[in-house]
């Protein structure tokens, strides 16, 4: 009479790494929490940074704004800024739809069109930066 | 709550506690706080899409956009999202000491949230305060 074979008997052909890669049930590993992780520390220089840049020029007329966000050191580090803002935004406000949305096709279209507006905000952004640094002079 | 006795009778019984039972811990708080000014801070991300476009468009719009922000409406959301900014950078900053292992041991956890929550009234008003400086001074 064949036995039923417990668990230490069965046999996977697949190497412990192999397992590992790619399961769990994210499917997808730490990839998601680790650039949650790194756009959050690229933010806490560049928003300091930002609020520092808005202080000093509150109230002052649009050419002179222009004139500051367009060199090319600042208009770098906005377009940083913007590009790490929207990238950290669509992640977390992912994990928000993943915890409280529970019908899953509803969840999955929320988050699909979380990253499209994150991407299409994120481009309008950095295109009006790079205007803003062509036109500078 | 009616159920019934091992015997048959019916009796109270009592209700095993709901949300209401629970207090506002700390802890629970800048949990809810550090995602509550996430999701602030991305409806403030569209007043900075607004700011970068209207310096890229001109005078005019630049105008618009100022003419908003000044008004009541336009004062509270920069106010909010000041205050979100600040907590959520202070907050992620925990999170990152968290994720390296350290702030965990329970006697630090409440001060530490405390810590946080006087830093962000500090550094809001300390902008605020230089903004009202730089536009009235």
Redesign the interface.
């Known amino acids: 009479m064949a036995t039923r074979p417990t668990s230490d008997q069965i046999h996977v052909m697949r190497s412990q790494l192999g397992r590992v890669r790619g399961l769990g049930p994210a499917k997808s590993g730490a990839h998601h929490w680790k650039v949650e992780?790194i756009t959050?520390?690229a933010?806490?220089p560049l928003?300091?940074w930002f609020?520092f840049a808005i202080?000093?020029h509150?109230?002052a007329?649009?050419?002179a704004?222009?004139a500051w966000?367009g060199s090319p050191l600042n208009a770098a580090l906005?377009l940083a800024l913007?590009i790490m803002?929207?990238h950290h935004?669509q992640l977390?406000?992912q994990v928000?739809w993943e915890d409280y949305i529970h019908h899953a096709r509803r969840r999955e279209a929320l988050i699909l069109a979380t990253r499209a507006a994150c991407l299409l905000?994120g481009l309008?952004?950095a295109?009006?930066?790079i205007?803003?640094a062509a036109?500078a002079h | 709550m009616v159920g019934k006795s091992t015997d048959g009778r019916m009796v109270q019984r009592p209700l095993s506690p709901h949300l209401g039972i629970y207090g506002w811990p700390p802890t629970m708080v800048a949990s809810i706080l550090n995602r509550a000014t996430g999701i602030a801070l991305s409806v403030g991300a569209l007043l900075l899409v607004w700011w970068l476009v209207a310096a890229a468009s001109g005078p005019a719009a630049y105008a618009d956009m100022e003419g908003f922000v000044r008004s009541p409406l336009g004062l509270l959301m920069l106010l909010g999202w000041t205050a979100s900014l600040f907590y959520h950078l202070f907050g992620g900053i925990r999170h990152l000491a968290w994720d390296m292992g350290y702030l965990f041991a329970k006697p630090s956890l409440n001060p530490v949230t405390y810590l946080i929550l006087a830093l962000t009234a500090a550094a809001t008003a300390l902008v605020w305060l230089a903004a009202y400086l730089q536009i009235e001074g």
């Open positions: 992780r959050a520390l933010l806490v928003s300091v609020v202080l000093t509150l109230g007329p649009q050419p704004v222009a966000a906005l913007v803002t929207f935004m977390g406000l928000v905000l309008i952004a295109v009006a930066i205007k803003i036109l």
